[in-house]
């Protein structure tokens, strides 16, 4: 069974930092892009970081981009999300996907987490 189990999310002040983890099982770790998506309230799922853990390719939104940084640990089978400079605008549930290719697409990952909340204070 494929499971992605999210952790580290919580209350923040703004200009603080937080990380995230997102730790897999049920699949071979190296075959799959693994990464962050996020939803407000009242808006869309959107794209926020990915990584390949295999070749280390990675992918960052333009809103996260020289802030956020996405990592792995492929001896624990884990990725974390490390969050800098956080912003209110940060604020959202925060989920956990994998899929077979680095994408920005909700479409491309089939495996998701149950989601953690960050919410960034001003």
């Known amino acids: 069974e494929v499971q992605l189990v999210e952790s580290g999310g919580g209350l923040v002040q703004a200009g603080g930092s937080q990380r995230l983890s997102c730790t897999a099982s049920g699949f071979t770790f190296d075959d799959y892009a693994i990464g962050w998506f996020r939803q407000a309230p009242g808006k869309e799922r959107e794209a926020v970081s990915f990584?390949?853990?295999?070749?280390?390719?990675?992918y960052y939104a333009d809103s996260v981009a020289g802030r956020f940084t996405i990592s792995s640990d492929n001896a624990r089978n884990t990725v974390f999300l490390q969050m800098s400079s956080l912003r209110p605008e940060d604020t959202a549930v925060y989920y956990c996907?994998?899929?077979?290719?680095?994408?920005?697409?909700?479409?491309?990952?089939?495996?998701w987490g149950q989601g953690t909340q960050v919410t960034v204070s001003s």
């Open positions: 990584i390949s853990p295999s070749d280390g390719r990675t």
């Open positions: 996907a994998a899929g077979l290719v680095v994408s920005p697409l909700k479409s491309d990952y089939p495996y």
